[in-house]
């Protein structure tokens, strides 16, 4: 019940109790201090809402008063004793309730649309709430509190942070407000200051491939400085995105071979590979760059024979020290203890290049339109074709001398089996990068 039509029959409940007090002529029966018993401040057990019902007939009722970002609003009420009836009206709307029991300080209602009974407390002094304004900043609910998001580039940001008391007896002071950082791991939060009900900070730019978080407490204080309420809000900056792309083989022959991966590093972080134990690994720079300011490597891990009756998985982690990673997983046949159940052959191919650096590369130029014979393979057990690249592949001396094995289907098959780049210097400081890609069409039986 933590809309606005709880909220009347909550108040239409506080007052048919005190319709059940009142005298048949529809006097208030007032106590010792000449205000009605159900005239008070009162927090709902299950919510934790507060409400207020004023001696002159208006009331104040505040949702969600334990989070952030609460939702205040004004009513007026009329009540009967005889009908024990309950007339609440806000902003045009008009609402009729009865049904309601008053113990001293507990008042239980139910509420027969739901079938539910809840339990109010009256309140001995003001009740506090901390309010945020999630009308003028950017919020988004996560983790059960509001998020505060902001761009990856930072900068300067501030919010609207207050704290109001709710009473039903004139009270014209407010809470004194804290504010101070509660969690903050990658130190995101930079100089920050709480004024005129403003907290205004500096984010500096995220260069982490991870959204930052960090959390500012509110706490407020009565003029006694008891803390009376605190509330968490979350400071969310998006990443600067992944910078790093791993592009490699999803599959491996039984009798094993080189994985070659493709690392493109878009900046010059540094890059930590995990590989599976015992695999002899190498890492080389490439010749191309594929990102303006990067860095292009290559990847290999030998793989060895599998010469079991089940299949085998080798699972290999990049991981940047600014939070990129990509873990690559590689499956691998089995030759049930030495028969792979495959059947092998050769066919005639040729090499086309594609791409515009076609007119300034002479690697490209010179393999465009190459005939080749190249080996395949077809696996009973898995019912896969696969490919061996020739000569013109980036490591024809993968799998004992046939070259990277590249997955195939029965009849034509046009697979990239190398790229490149060209860089043109011809037309000024800032060169001209002309990129290709190398095809092997091959037909399988």
């Not at 809000?233 to 910078?243: K, L, P, R």
């Not at 990129?324 to 090499?351: A, C, L």
Request: aromatic share 14%; proline share 2%; glycine share 8%.
């Amino acid at each position: 019940m933590k809309y606005r039509r709880f909220f009347y029959m909550t108040l239409l409940a506080m007052l048919c109790t005190w319709f059940a007090a009142c005298s048949s002529d529809d006097e208030t029966q007032s106590d010792d201090k000449g205000t009605n018993s159900l005239v008070g401040t009162w927090i709902m057990s299950e919510t934790n809402d507060i409400y207020v019902l004023k001696e002159n007939g208006s009331g104040i009722g505040c949702e969600d008063a334990e989070n952030a970002v609460v939702d205040t609003w004004f009513f007026n009420y009329t009540y009967s004793d005889k009908s024990r009836t309950v007339t609440m009206e806000s902003n045009g709307d008009t609402d009729i309730f009865t049904g309601v029991e008053i113990n001293g300080k507990t008042m239980t209602i139910f509420d027969e649309d739901d079938g539910d009974k809840y339990t109010l407390i009256k309140q001995d002094k003001p009740v506090a709430a901390i309010i945020v304004d999630n009308e003028v900043n950017d919020f988004d609910s996560r983790y059960g509190r509001i998020c505060m998001i902001i761009d990856k580039e930072g900068g300067s940001y501030n919010m609207s942070i207050k704290a109001q008391y709710y009473w039903h007896e004139s009270n014209d002071e407010s809470p004194r407000l804290e504010i101070s950082k509660y969690a903050d791991n990658d130190n995101m939060i930079g100089n920050y200051s709480y004024k005129n009900g403003y907290f205004t900070f500096s984010v500096e730019a995220n260069s982490k491939a991870y959204d930052r978080i960090a959390t500012i407490a509110a706490t407020a204080f009565d003029h006694d400085n008891n803390k009376l309420r605190t509330v968490y809000v979350d400071i969310c900056q998006q990443s600067a995105g992944n910078s790093l792309e791993v592009e490699g083989p999803s599959t491996m022959s039984a009798y094993g071979g080189t994985a070659i991966f493709y690392v493109y590093n878009k900046d010059h972080n540094n890059i930590t590979a995990y590989h599976p134990s015992g695999q002899v690994v190498k890492w080389q720079s490439s010749s191309t760059v594929k990102y303006i300011g990067g860095e292009d490597w290559t990847f290999s891990a030998q793989i060895p024979a599998n010469y079991t009756s089940e299949y085998k998985t080798f699972e290999y982690k990049f991981v940047k020290d600014d939070g990129s990673s990509i873990t690559r997983t590689i499956r691998q046949d089995y030759t049930s203890g030495g028969s792979t159940g495959e059947t092998t052959g050769k066919v005639n191919g040729y090499i086309k290049v594609i791409g515009p650096g076609l007119d300034y590369s002479s690697y490209a130029q010179l393999i465009d339109g190459q005939t080749c014979t190249v080996d395949y393979t077809y696996n009973k057990s898995t019912g896969k074709y696969y490919v061996y690249g020739g000569p013109y592949c980036s490591s024809p001396s993968a799998n004992g001398g046939k070259g990277l094995r590249f997955d195939a289907q029965k009849g034509y098959n046009s697979i990239c089996i190398n790229r490149g780049a060209y860089f043109d210097y011809s037309y000024g400081i800032t060169p001209i990068k002309y990129n290709w890609e190398a095809y092997l069409k091959v037909t399988l039986p």
